[in-house]
Structure formats: structure tokens, C-alpha cells
Nanobody
């Protein structure tokens, strides 16, 4: 079965770049017709969609985060990554990666805590 695992630093300083990777096993990030998403949940708040990359490499971002967000992939490692620039403490959240499609339910990683603090 497909599994996703987030990884990256748990602490980022304000104004720096938050960088996370999602390693996928049991499925290829280039397989038709999945899309690969990043979602976050600040403490005590709801889920917020950040953006996604399709199986072909196209990206789409949340309008509220688009200017600071970049999703990329490394097909040789079967990974896709998130970079969020100019972070503030409001970016503190649990960050999740997920796989979804139009025809079946989503599979999520376990999430990773990222704290923005000096």
C-alpha cells in the first residue's frame, strides 16, 4: 500500500525558508492520475490546503500562500517537496503530505510539526 512520510527540520527561524520533503513508497509520484498535496494545521485551528503537484508535474497553490510557496519533485527519489519562504510564527503548524485522485480516497502521511521561532 502507498505510504507517505514527511521529513525536515522541526524548527525554523522567522524570515527563513521552511523546507519539507515527502517520501512516497508503494506507489510512484508519476503514476496516472494522482495528485500530491501539502496541507497544514496550525495549533487549535483547522486544516489549510497549501497546494499540490499533479502526476505530470503541474502545480497549483492556495491563493493566500501562492507568493511564498513552491512545490517540487525528485522523481529519482520518489519524493515531492515543499518550500515556504519568509516564514513567521503564524506558519507554525503540523504539515501533512497526501496523495489523492478523482476516483478514490486520499492517503495522508502522519504529519510533522514545524515551529517557527527565534
Amino acid at each position: 500500500q502507498v505510504q507517505l512520510q514527511e521529513s525536515g527540520p522541526g524548527l525554523v527561524k522567522p524570515s527563513q525558508t521552511l523546507s519539507l520533503s515527502c517520501t512516497v513508497s508503494g506507489g510512484s509520484i508519476t503514476s496516472n492520475y494522482y495528485y500530491w498535496s501539502w496541507i497544514r494545521q496550525p495549533p487549535g485551528k483547522g486544516l489549510e490546503w497549501i497546494g499540490y503537484m499533479t502526476y505530470s508535474g503541474s502545480t497549483l497553490y492556495s491563493p493566500s500562500l501562492k507568493s511564498r510557496t513552491s512545490i517540487s519533485r525528485d522523481t529519482s527519489k520518489n519524493q515531492f517537496s515543499l518550500q515556504l519562504t519568509s516564514v513567521t510564527p503564524e506558519d507554525t503548524a503540523v504539515y501533512y503530505c497526501s496523495r489523492d485522485s478523482r476516483s478514490e480516497g486520499a492517503t495522508w502521511g502522519q504529519g510533522t510539526q514545524v515551529t517557527v521561532s527565534s
